[in-house]
């Protein structure tokens, strides 16, 4: 069974300006109330897109709505915030 919180509603000021609203993982229905959250609150244009996070590529992520592929970076968080959000999103695989 696909895990139901898998979404991310991911920000995007602009090329290589993106980054995920939140780092926890939310179900469809949950991200975009937050989608329309974020457009309604921050009165703006800038566009939000309801994204999973892309199989192989750490910290890319892949729009649901559009398949577009969009690179996130740490953006607002703490380092040690996104750091810690990209090893539980994209595990490091182990040596062979």
Known sequence: MTNPARYY?????????CCPVHLDPYTKDNVERAKRWQQIGSGSADPYHIVTAHPTERGTFVS????????ASQMAFTKEAWNAFLDRTWPSSPAE
């Open 64 to 71: 649901v709505e559009t398949g577009a592929h969009f690179e």
């Open 9 to 17: 509603c991911l920000a995007v000021y602009g090329f290589k300006k």
